[in-house]
């Protein structure tokens, strides 16, 4: 007997917790069964109100059913469901419509960014164009205006040769000898020949040796105004200090001797080419010969002639 109540003693723990889980859980299935009789009992209205309490307990939430809706409160889901539904559809079709706008309104801008720099780049074409059209005007400028100079330097030169030797020489002997190879630059052989055998021994061998060296017309020209700039600062004082008489008396002498023709030509070319030394010949010779030198001239050149008298009378 004792070892039999000590066998129900051990088999007792063994069954404890299943007895204590049924214990618990009879109340609330009792409790379920109650609730679920009453419901189709008592009307929806309560029904809902206890199918509401029941989901917010523990546990019970998850076996009882959602309360039933009405019709007015299922029309009211729905029409806000509907509202939400509009609402959310109205929205994309806004973020729609803007991404459209928005890659239109890109599309454009590069439209107008590509319009900017093809018109950037037609006005530095332009602008290139402009360069090369002012720099063509000034080559062209340039080279008429050394064109017209190496002109008169060819009258010039022609004045020279159509003057015997003897007289030529005479001239060359005051012109540097930079301004001597311009004028035997244009000049044919014979007319050297026959200049340099009457010019001073010692400028005619240093002419010679230069005659072989060809230079273009330009370079000529700016060496020889480079040297009679040259000259003139280093040698016209010291000159006029010693005295110039007799300078001017050769000049006078040359020129006097000559037709008046012949020397308002070769005066007015010289003018061209340097006015100081134009005035210094028609200041060199006497009143006479001035005046019939002055008279051709007019009729050679009238307009050049009148600024030349102008510039006499001011100095």
């Known amino acids: ?111 107008v960014n590509n319009q900017v720099a093809e018109k950037d780049g037609k006005v530095k074409d332009l602008e290139s164009q402009l360069e090369a059209a002012q720099q063509k005007a000034t080559d062209e400028k340039e080279a008429e205006e050394q064109a017209a100079y190496q002109k008169e330097v060819k009258k010039l030169a022609q004045i020279y040769s159509g003057m015997s030797p003897s007289k030529a020489a005479a001239i060359f002997d005051k012109l540097t000898t930079d301004e001597t190879l311009q004028m035997f630059s244009v000049m044919s052989n014979e007319s050297k020949v026959a200049i340099l055998e009457k010019m001073d021994p010692q400028k005619a061998a240093d002419i010679s040796i230069l005659l072989k060296d060809t230079k273009p017309a330009e370079d000529l020209a700016i060496a020889a105004l480079q040297s009679r700039l040259k000259k003139e600062a280093t040698e016209e004082k010291p000159a006029q200090a010693s005295g110039t008489a007799l300078d001017e008396t050769q000049l006078a002498q040359t020129f006097g001797s000559m037709s008046a023709e012949a020397a308002s030509k070769l005066i007015i070319q010289t003018y061209k080419i340097s006015p100081e030394k134009g005035l210094k010949i028609l200041k060199a010779v006497n009143d006479t010969t001035r005046s019939k030198i002055l008279d051709a001239m007019t009729k050679e050149d009238e307009q050049l002639s009148v600024k030349i008298v102008n510039q006499l009378v001011s100095k």
């Open 1 to 111: 007997m004792a070892r039999t109540e000590l066998d129900e003693e051990l088999e007792e723990p063994r069954g404890g917790g299943f007895s204590r889980f049924l214990f618990f859980m009879t109340p609330i299935l009792f409790t379920v069964v109650l609730l679920a009789v009453l419901l189709t009992l008592f009307s929806p209205s309560f029904k809902n109100t206890l199918l509401d309490i029941g989901n917010k307990i523990p546990f019970i939430d998850k076996i009882i059913p959602d309360p039933e809706l009405t019709e007015a409160q299922k029309k009211k889901t729905e029409n806000k469901e509907a509202a939400e539904k509009k609402q959310e559809e109205s929205t994309k079709a806004t973020l729609d419509q803007l991404k459209e706008q928005v890659a239109k309104q890109e599309a454009e801008l590069q439209q």
